[in-house]
C-alpha cells in the first residue's frame, strides 16, 4: 500500500539500497509507472548476495522495467529541500527527487541487552541452541539475535520472516519449559518482478562461489559448502541443507547440486 502511495507522488523516486528491499521496491514502483532511480554500492544490484552472472542479470531486468540504476554509490546525507530531498553522494554530487526511500538494512538494538549483562555481538544478542542468552531467566528471538548453527560451527545471523517466525516459536517452547533444539541455517527468498531466488547456508558475495549449473551456485568457506543459491527455479532446501550439514567439498557439492 505505501508503495502505491510513493508511485503516485509525482511519479518520480529515489531508492536507497540496492539489496533484497530495494530492488524489491523497484521493481514495485517501476511496474506501477514511477521513475526509479536505485543507488547501490555495488557493482550490480544485490552485490553483497550475488555473484556477477545473476547481479548483472538482475541489473538488466531491472532496466528493461525503466529503472534507472546508479552503481558503486554511497550516500552521505539526505535533506529536505523546496519540492523533495536532495541526496549528496560520496565524491560530491549530488541528486534531487520528490521522494526517496531507504532500503538498507539493519542494525540490530542491543544497548538494552548489553547494559543488563546480556552477551552481544556487533551483529546482534547471543543466544544457544534453545534460544536462550547467558542468564538462564532470558531468550531472544527474531532478527536482532545471532543464534549457534551446529551445521556451520558458529553463531549466524538470519534476517528474514521465515527465521522470526520459526525462532519466535522455539523460543516460546523453551520459556514454557519445553526447548527444542533451534540451529537453522541462515534462509532468505526474493522476487523481484520476474526473478526470483531462494538461498540457503551462508550466501555471501565474499565467499567463493562456483556454478553447480547456471541457476544454481554453491557458496564455499576452505573448500567446504556453506551456502547453496537457486536462481529462477524451484529451490530444494532440503538437499541444500543437507549437503552443508554433510561438510562436502566444492567438487562432491558441484556433482551433487547439478543432478
Not at 214 to 223: A, K, S, T
Amino acid at each position: 500500500r505505501r508503495a502505491g502511495v510513493l508511485a503516485d507522488a509525482r511519479g518520480e523516486i529515489g531508492i536507497v539500497g540496492a539489496g533484497l528491499i530495494g530492488t524489491e521496491l523497484a521493481a514495485v514502483m517501476a511496474k506501477r509507472g514511477a521513475r526509479v532511480t536505485l543507488l547501490g554500492t555495488g557493482a550490480w544490484p544485490c552485490g553483497s548476495l550475488l555473484p556477477a552472472p545473476l547481479g548483472k542479470q538482475l541489473g538488466d531486468y531491472l532496466g528493461k522495467l525503466g529503472v534507472r540504476i546508479e552503481p558503486s554509490v554511497r550516500v552521505q546525507s539526505v535533506q529536505r529541500i523546496p519540492g523533495g530531498h536532495e541526496l549528496q553522494l560520496l565524491g560530491g554530487r549530488r541528486l534531487q527527487f520528490p521522494q526517496v526511500a531507504a532500503g538498507i538494512g539493519l542494525i540490530p538494538n542491543t544497548e538494552l541487552a548489553g547494559q543488563a549483562g546480556v552477551r552481544v555481538t556487533p551483529a546482534g544478542i547471543a543466544v544457544d541452541e534453545n534460544l536462550q542468552t547467558n542468564f538462564s531467566e532470558i531468550w531472544a528471538a527474531g532478527d536482532c539475535t545471532v543464534h549457534y548453527c551446529k551445521a556451520l560451527g558458529r553463531l549466524v545471523q538470519s534476517q528474514h520472516e521465515e527465521h522470526a517466525n520459526f525462532s519466535g516459536l522455539a523460543a516460546g517452547r523453551a520459556m514454557a519449559g519445553k526447548p527444542s533444539y533451534y540451529g537453522a541455517l541462515p534462509y532468505f527468498y526474493s522476487t523481484v518482478g520476474d526473478c526470483g531466488y531462494e538461498g540457503v547456508g551462508l550466501v555471501d558475495a565474499q565467499l567463493d562461489d562456483a556454478a553447480a549449473a547456471p541457476d544454481i551456485y554453491g557458496y564455499f568457506e576452505g573448500g567446504v559448502l556453506v551456502g547453496v543459491l537457486y536462481w529462477n527455479r524451484p529451490a530444494d532446501i532440503e538437499r541444500a541443507t543437507a549437503l552443508i550439514e554433510s561438510r562436502v567439498t566444492e567438487t562432491a557439492a558441484l556433482t551433487a547440486l547439478a543432478r
